[in-house]
């Protein structure tokens, strides 16, 4: 088992006095168009120097979290996986360029490329979440603004913020690489190697959502809890919504240097997401699982009012993720409002709408709403109307897929994967009848990531 050696402990602490450097849809998919094997070079070297501080802030807050959280086994394991993963990409062995080479990457290009300019996400508003929450409190979790009015992870520079100065990302980032005709074989085989590795470290990081739940029982359990802490459930916000951003660089990388060119895809974003496709499968995979689960024949009916030529820059996964959740919910609502074996439903109807600023998509159910004052629970982690239930040591799904409801984790990660790219999920209940839901997404896609 990994352990975390002193000298590691420096290099982490060392490492998380750097500010986090956020990039918006709109750079990543400047980024990665047409790519060559150097502009997957200069991708390599950023995610090398950016990475590590990633995990490093998150090793070093999983080592200080309040009410003796950090004791709790399963928080250590995952400690140490992001320990293990940081300690490999420090340690990852440089590349040796021809003098030529190491020169053409270093010289500024004849026609410099500045990269659009990114807007802080509007999430940082909610200051980490402590607007989301009953009762404000101080503490672990709330993230202040620093007295300049700028972010810490505002341009990648962390002026202001107590934290080092980082070059600007443009220098960092983004390479027009067109000027270099022929790269050498060094370079390719230094990225597929590079690739190889952050493969693994996304493999070992892909039960950490579960792992970290299980953390979490363990310490309610160790002390007769039934609710967990505010300052805990504002860690477990900022904890998410990092690895969100960490494991969505991950795979984008991955992506461009393993799959074939494809014309409406950069990496794992679609440029030209097609809303009504996307919701339609979350339509026939949740009602899928609704039927299975209550062993229907046939599950309520979803209704879909959407333009079905309606296309933004988005990553499928997500918008997938956050739709199928959220129709799990209205489907379960319903199916036990109403009895599995009643002979008819009333349809749960989706609205999806294109504004100046958003698309909105609404879900309308009437599966008889949650009461006012449960409200402000439905966005805990943890929160479930399900009977208790441990978690399965040997899980390994990397988000919860459990089948009609998992362990309360559905809509404060759905909200989190919305606000990643500077959208929102709001909820609307009228108990007694119904809830609406609005999943707000952002289609201008220049928001920063909301880096806690």
């Given at each position: 088992?990994?352990?975390?050696?002193?000298?590691?402990?420096?290099?982490?602490?060392?490492?998380?006095?750097?500010?986090?450097?956020?990039?918006?849809?709109?750079?990543?998919?400047?980024?990665?168009?047409?790519?060559?094997?150097?502009?997957?070079?200069?991708?390599?070297?950023?995610?090398?120097?950016?990475?590590?501080?990633?995990?490093a802030?998150?090793?070093?807050?999983?080592?200080?979290?309040?009410?003796?959280?950090?004791?709790?086994?399963?928080?250590?394991?995952?400690?140490?996986?992001?320990?293990?993963?940081?300690?490999?990409?420090?340690?990852?062995?440089?590349?040796?360029?021809?003098?030529?080479?190491?020169?053409a990457?270093l010289?500024?290009?004849?026609?410099?490329?500045?990269?659009?300019?990114?807007?802080?996400?509007?999430?940082?508003?909610?200051?980490?979440?402590?607007?989301?929450?009953?009762?404000?409190?101080?503490?672990?979790?709330?993230?202040?603004?620093?007295?300049?009015?700028?972010?810490?992870n505002?341009?990648?520079?962390?002026n202001?913020?107590?934290?080092?100065?980082?070059?600007?990302?443009?220098?960092?980032?983004y390479?027009?690489?067109?000027?270099?005709?022929?790269?050498?074989?060094?370079?390719?085989?230094?990225?597929?190697?590079?690739?190889?590795?952050l493969?693994?470290?996304?493999?070992?990081?892909?039960?950490?959502?579960?792992?970290?739940?299980?953390?979490?029982?363990?310490?309610?359990?160790?002390?007769?809890?039934?609710?967990?802490?505010?300052?805990v459930?504002?860690?477990?916000?900022?904890?998410?919504?990092?690895?969100?951003?960490?494991?969505?660089?991950?795979?984008?990388?991955?992506?461009?240097?393993?799959?074939?060119?494809?014309?409406?895809?950069v990496?794992?974003?679609?440029?030209?997401?097609?809303?009504?496709?996307?919701?339609?499968?979350?339509?026939e995979?949740?009602r899928?699982?609704?039927?299975?689960?209550?062993?229907?024949f046939?599950?309520?009916?979803?209704?879909?009012?959407?333009?079905?030529?309606?296309?933004?820059?988005?990553?499928?996964?997500?918008?997938?993720?956050?739709?199928?959740?959220?129709?799990?919910n209205?489907?379960?609502?319903?199916?036990?409002?109403?009895?599995?074996?009643?002979?008819a439903?009333?349809?749960?109807?989706?609205?999806?709408?294109?504004?100046?600023e958003?698309?909105?998509i609404?879900?309308?159910d009437?599966?008889?709403?949650?009461?006012?004052?449960?409200?402000?629970?439905?966005?805990?982690?943890?929160?479930?109307?399900?009977?208790?239930?441990?978690?399965?040591?040997?899980?390994?799904?990397?988000?919860?897929?459990?089948?009609?409801?998992?362990?309360?984790?559905?809509?404060?990660?759905?909200?989190?994967?919305?606000?990643?790219?500077?959208?929102?999920?709001?909820?609307?209940?009228?108990d007694?009848?119904?809830?609406?839901?609005?999943?707000?997404?952002?289609?201008?896609?220049?928001?920063?990531?909301?880096?806690?």
């Amino acid at each position: 088992m990994f352990r975390i050696s002193s000298s590691l402990w420096e290099r982490i602490h060392h490492y998380a006095s750097f500010p986090q450097t956020g990039v918006s849809l709109q750079q990543m998919v400047l980024f990665g168009q047409n790519p060559s094997q150097g502009t997957l070079l200069r991708g390599s070297q950023f995610l090398l120097e950016e990475l590590p501080v990633r995990l490093a802030h998150r090793v070093k807050e999983l080592d200080q979290l309040p009410h003796n959280l950090s004791d709790m086994p399963s928080i250590n394991k995952v400690k140490n996986w992001y320990a293990q993963s940081f300690d490999e990409l420090i340690h990852f062995p440089p590349i040796r360029l021809p003098a030529d080479i190491r020169a053409a990457l270093l010289a500024p290009p004849a026609d410099p490329v500045s990269l659009p300019e990114s807007y802080p996400n509007p999430s940082l508003h909610y200051q980490y979440y402590s607007d989301d929450y009953p009762t404000p409190q101080t503490g672990l979790g709330i993230v202040s603004t620093p007295k300049n009015g700028k972010s810490a992870n505002g341009g990648g520079n962390g002026n202001g913020s107590g934290q080092k100065m980082r070059i600007p990302m443009e220098r960092r980032y983004y390479a027009n690489m067109s000027h270099v005709k022929e790269w050498p074989p060094e370079v390719r085989e230094y990225n597929r190697s590079f690739t190889k590795t952050l493969e693994s470290i996304k493999k070992r990081h892909d039960p950490t959502v579960t792992t970290v739940a299980q953390g979490v029982l363990e310490w309610k359990r160790s002390r007769n809890a039934r609710n967990i802490n505010l300052d805990v459930q504002h860690w477990l916000d900022r904890f998410y919504m990092s690895r969100i951003g960490i494991r969505f660089l991950i795979g984008q990388h991955i992506a461009l240097n393993t799959l074939q060119p494809h014309p409406d895809y950069v990496g794992i974003i679609c440029t030209r997401a097609n809303v009504h496709d996307i919701v339609q499968e979350a339509i026939e995979n949740a009602r899928f699982v609704c039927e299975e689960h209550y062993s229907m024949f046939k599950g309520p009916p979803v209704q879909l009012i959407c333009p079905k030529e309606l296309h933004f820059a988005y990553v499928p996964g997500h918008l997938s993720h956050i739709c199928f959740e959220l129709l799990k919910n209205s489907l379960r609502a319903v199916v036990e409002r109403f009895g599995p074996d009643a002979e008819a439903f009333p349809p749960i109807k989706v609205i999806v709408v294109e504004g100046k600023e958003d698309i909105t998509i609404k879900i309308s159910d009437e599966g008889g709403g949650i009461a006012r004052s449960a409200i402000p629970l439905i966005w805990t982690y943890m929160y479930t109307t399900m009977e208790a239930q441990n978690i399965d040591q040997d899980f390994t799904d990397s988000d919860f897929k459990a089948p009609m409801a998992g362990f309360g984790y559905g809509l404060p990660l759905s909200r989190l994967y919305a606000r990643y790219f500077g959208g929102d999920l709001r909820l609307i209940s009228m108990d007694g009848f119904g809830t609406d839901v609005y999943i707000h997404l952002n289609r201008l896609s220049s928001s920063r990531e909301p880096l806690p």
